[in-house]
Each structure stands twice: as structure tokens, then as C-alpha cells.
């Protein structure tokens, strides 16, 4: 077995990071999660404004921006407040009015999209820091001890849920469908 993970890629109208054929534990944990990541931005290219505002799958409120909103907020409150410890504000949410993040769709959503960006380049910080994947943080709810791994693997199933959303909310919006 070479040291060089061997790699194969999908196109979908776009980049996305290489999926590990071959790779230790922390490798394929972050590939196929910048790959999931990469996945909802090409989702959301190409659209204006308002088709990423566009509830599409009635009755369901949905949309793009909403779900952009949310994954932000779901990155920073995994990595960064969890797992980093980091005194930060939640983005998208209050315990007042706990789904804004999906039913308020005020601002822009290329300054969510610039959010949401900052908060993945901050979570590959933080997991590129950790000594290992054993590394724990704080379980804010439970102040139970939480390892990176299984943020990681969450992460995972985060995005795999919402790219599965998302494909059914860009498909009603201009018929565009891929992996």
C-alpha cells in the first residue's frame, strides 16, 4: 500500500474536494466531510437572491438560505463551541425563537454564504489542531465530554441530511439535479 492516498472525483457542474480511496481515520472523516460541504455549495450556485429564499417543497419551509443559515450555525456550535470551548454568539438562533436560522430569512444570502464559509474555514482550523481524534470538548447540554470523532461523524450525517433537502429544493427551482 503507497503512502499517497489514491483518489476519484464526480463532477457536478463544479469542483469538489477528491474522495479518499486509501487514508487513516482523520483523512476520510474530513474528506467526505468538505466533500458534503462542497456538495451544498454547488447546490446553491448560480441562483439569485430570491431562488435561494424560494420555499419550494410545499408545505415544507425550506429553503436554501435557510438551510446555508443553518449549517453555519451548525458548524460553529459543534466545532467552535463544543468541541474548541470558544466564547462565541449563536449565529441563527435563541433559545426565544429557536428555528431562525430556517423561518427568518432576512439578510442577504451571499452574507450568509461569506458566514457560513468563515465558520467551515474555522472548523478545519480547529480539527487540524486537535492532537487526535480522541480529542474531547464539552457537550454544552449534557457537560459530558465529547470527542472530536464523533463531531466529525455527525457533521457527516448533518450534511448528507441537508444535501438530500437540498436536492430536492434546487430541483423544483430550475430543474437542476446531480450528486
Known sequence: MADTPQFFSQELDGERVERPLVGDERLMLTSFLDWHRDTFRLKCAGLTAEQLSTRSVDPSALSLHGILRHLAGTERWWFRMQFAGEDVEHLYYADDDPNMDFDRLDGDPAEALAVWEA??????????????????????????????????????????????????????IDGKTGH
Open 119 to 172: 465558520e467551515c474555514a474555522r472548523s478545519r482550523e480547529i480539527v487540524a489542531a486537535a492532537d487526535s481524534l480522541d480529542a474531547v470538548g464539552t457537550h454544552r447540554v449534557s457537560a459530558k465530554p465529547i470527542a472530536l470523532r464523533r463531531i466529525l461523524v455527525h457533521m457527516l450525517c448533518e450534511y448528507a441530511r441537508h444535501n438530500g433537502h437540498a436536492d430536492l429544493l434546487r430541483e423544483r
